[in-house]
């Protein structure tokens, strides 16, 4: 990588914004208009940078064209929200987009105005381009921004803007055919001269032929949607017997997610990294890449953290890398924002082959911006008012190391099952960055853009949820990214580790607790990584919580029996104030000493727990008796723990130091019997772990499965989930409501079996 003089601030050339704006009628889209940004909180505006250009490189034309002065966000959720943070920075408007589920979403509420675009279901809103083409003509949105997914590598929507006068802010239709299309791009790139992984790329599906093409290959063999993205339309099949319905799971994802049922079939390769490349092309032939990213720690395909630089490659490697990307998208006269992938041998990095190209802005562009200083947004922006790029291959600096980390609802016990709900509570951890990017976008001493030298923390969280925000069925389950940068991967690490701690979720099951874990990890700290590393140290320290003791858990369910006590106190004192007008004898502060309240709790390690809490002074004694042993705490104060009331009996308590625990206070005896419930079906039966949609039943009543066979396919937050025998068995009998395309909530018994 290239390395340039010293970054400096400097304003971007003032241009004057144009103001005419389309008239155009609204068709016959339906569209509800919502109230302008009521209550937004204004984020503080970090000034735009350039650089210092060095005397042998050009100077850019001095009349720059102008930014747009309105653009349509075709998207929801953090990335809709990212990209309206850069538009208030320029002082441009945005208009946003939303299906009737997300009438209340933040991407709403941020937008100066938003349009109702059709029901929850992507197929009638997200992905409706004519609903949003009305949009943006009513609105008088010059410039559509797709975000990532929906329609972001849709051709067809890009040609479509194209014929309408409304820019579309990504690559040209014909660069999207090219490079969005996973067997073309490796076509385009064979002819490059770049290796590809072995594998059938053709236009022939059916399912025979490519059973026998996976053979020629191979097992293990990759099924991967030829336009797809996010692990999405991507099944593994370890031998012949599992490929014919991992091809039918596969061609149904990519039907759903891109309107594309079209796959290919690879070599799986068992121990790759994903080490992806940044790159940016104008319309003036111009193309850079900008750093690298590892993206190789995933489950089920999907990336959970991404890091820049990519550890232990060497420096002509990384120069390779890029230069390989960059010719790939000259090659197709590519425009904007786009990543191309690679996958590198784990032990011998630098064979490497081309997997794909993303021709859209990617969800972990952030740590591109950490260690670049760049704003990819407002790079979108300047591209596609038809600009030169801000800055050439010679004039990019790369600086530090970042690393981003996915905070999804989803269940990681349960091989992370995705969850869904309301976000009771949730808090952010310190951020030093407000807006974009990081703090190398706002003024430092001496006026220095950058933080080499400088042990200063930045840490910055993109996101589209709020505490009361509702985490949908039908939506990624992502909640947010945490984004991090040291001087180097060691320090970078510890922020990480640091901010962990901090986030705090009650609702929905997150995977924060698996990524404290991750950051701990040893392999991961030395930078060990590849895309089976989960499944590789899944038994050394990922899952669970095997860095917090249970002397540490006890204490922390002390902390949350004091706000118990402290609650039902403040209850007291105030029934007694409204009742009598005073407090009564047992919240009277002089007798506060002498109280001693018990409190019968659940904990899911622990067990049944008593706890006994004392007020001492300012402080408070507990003891906390279990079932191995009891311990004593002697002068608990609260400063800096928080509790949560997650439900009517459960509670969720977050320690300072990071530990988290959750339990529920038992009712008493007669109280459970009183309020005793029928219980649901146990035992021999199979239940829908979450909210979904059924999408087939594969078995019918009398009929004999083996242990592991797939009974039921469910799709929730746009993941199907195969549903398998626990044991070998004869089906009992099928739910009425079992059938494809009906809706079922958690815990609907769907199969049961004949008793053993």
């Known amino acids: 990588m290239l390395r340039t003089t010293q970054l400096v601030l400097r304003p971007r050339v003032a241009v004057r914004r144009g103001a005419a704006l ?3 009628a609204l068709a016959s889209a339906r569209m509800v208009p919502v109230v302008r940004q009521l209550h937004v909180r204004r984020e503080p505006i970090a000034p735009s940078i350039t650089v210092r250009r060095a005397s042998t490189v050009a100077s850019p034309p ?6 747009p002065a309105k653009i349509l966000i075709a998207n929801r959720g953090e990335i809709a929200c990212r990209i309206m943070r850069t538009c208030r920075r320029l002082g441009i408007s945005t208009v946003a987009v939303f299906s009737e589920a997300d009438a209340k979403a933040q991407h709403v509420r941020l937008a100066d105005e938003a349009y109702c675009i059709g029901p929850a279901a992507s197929a009638e809103s997200y992905l409706r381009q004519d609903k949003i083409l009305a949009v943006a003509q009513r609105t008088g949105a010059t410039m559509i921004h797709p975000g990532y997914g929906f329609l972001s590598e849709n051709a067809a929507f890009a040609a479509l803007l194209e014929q309408s006068n409304v820019t579309f802010m990504g690559p040209p239709a014909s660069a999207i055919d090219a490079m969005g299309s996973k067997s073309a791009s490796k076509e385009i790139m064979l002819a490059a001269g770049v290796p590809c992984v072995p594998g059938y790329h053709g236009s022939n599906q059916d399912p025979t032929f490519l059973a026998q093409e996976a053979e020629k290959i191979g097992y293990p063999v990759l099924i991967k949607a030829v336009k797809g993205g996010g692990g999405k339309g991507m099944k593994i099949a370890d031998t012949p017997a599992e490929f014919g319905d991992a091809l039918e799971s596969a061609q149904r994802e990519a039907a759903k997610s891109f309107g594309d049922p079209t796959v290919l079939i690879e070599k799986y390769l068992t121990a790759p990294r994903h080490v992806e490349v940044q790159v940016f092309a104008d319309k003036h032939g111009n193309a850079v890449y900008i750093s690298e990213r590892d993206c190789s720690v995933q489950r089920r395909h999907q990336k959970i953290i991404e890091e820049a630089p990519a550890p232990h490659l060497a420096e002509e490697l990384r120069r390779e890398l890029g230069e390989k990307a ?5 090659a197709v006269g590519y425009v904007g924002a786009g990543t191309v992938e690679f996958i590198l ?3 011998r990095p630098e064979n490497f082959y081309f997997m794909e190209m993303n021709t859209r802005l990617q969800v972990e562009h952030p740590v591109t911006e950490m260690v670049s200083g760049l704003d990819l947004v407002e790079w979108q922006l300047e591209v596609a008012a038809g600009n030169r790029l801000p800055l050439l291959q010679e004039e990019l600096k790369i600086e530090g190391h970042a690393f981003e980390a996915r905070i999804y609802a989803e269940n990681t016990d349960a091989n992370f099952l995705p969850d869904t709900g309301r976000l009771v509570h949730v808090a952010l951890p310190s951020t030093s960055t407000l807006t974009h990017s ?9 006026g220095v853009v950058g933080s080499e030298g400088q042990a200063e923390a930045v840490v910055r969280v993109d996101t589209g949820f709020v505490s009361g925000d509702e985490i949908s069925v039908h939506y990624d389950p992502m909640i947010a990214k945490l984004i991090v940068k040291g001087r180097d991967r060691t320090e ?3 922020i990480m580790a640091n901010a962990l701690n901090q986030y705090q979720v009650v609702g929905p099951s997150t995977n924060i607790q698996f990524l404290k874990n991750l950051v701990r990890h040893p392999k991961f700290i030395e930078g060990q990584v590849e895309t089976g590393f989960i499944a590789k140290h899944g038994e050394t320290g990922l899952f669970g919580d095997p860095y917090t003791s249970e002397v540490q858990l006890q204490e922390a369910v002390a902390q949350g029996a004091i706000w118990l006590y402290q609650r039902d106190a403040a209850a007291a004192l105030r029934g007694g104030e409204a009742a009598e007008g005073k407090a009564s004898i047992w919240t009277n502060p002089a007798f506060r000493p002498a109280q001693t309240r018990r409190f019968e ?3 899911k390690t622990l067990g049944p727990l008593r706890v006994s809490v004392t007020p001492v002074d300012d402080a408070f004694d507990v003891k906390v008796e279990a079932k191995q042993a009891t311990e004593e705490f002697k002068g608990l104060r609260t400063t800096g ?11 969720t308590t977050f320690m300072p130091t990071g530990v988290v625990t959750s339990f529920s206070i038992v009712a008493p005896g007669w109280f459970a019997k009183i309020s005793e419930a029928a219980a649901g079906p146990v035992g021999d039966a199979l239940a829908s772990p979450m909210p979904s949609k059924i999408v087939d039943c594969k078995v019918k009543a009398g009929q004999q499965v083996k242990k592991g066979e797939t009974l039921v396919i469910l799709e929730a937050m746009k993941t199907e989930i195969a549903l398998k025998a626990p044991r070998d068995a004869v089906i009992k009998s099928i739910s009425g409501k079992c059938k494809p395309g009906a809706l079922v909530p958690e815990a609907t018994t769907l199969v049961t079996f004949e008793s053993e």
Not at 62 to 67: I, M, N, S, V, Y
Not at 641 to 651: D, F, I, M, Q, S
């Open 326 to 330: 960059v010719a790939a998208a000259k």
């Open 492 to 494: 970078a690490l510890r």
């Open 601 to 603: 709790l659940q904990h």
């Open 641 to 651: 723990v928080t509790t949560v009331e997650a439900t009517r009996t459960g509670l």
């Open 345 to 347: 041998d784990a032990k």
């Open 62 to 67: 001095t009349g720059l064209k102008p930014l």
């Open 438 to 446: 990081n703090t190398a976008l706002a003024p430092r001493s001496g």
């Open 22 to 24: 389309a008239t155009a």
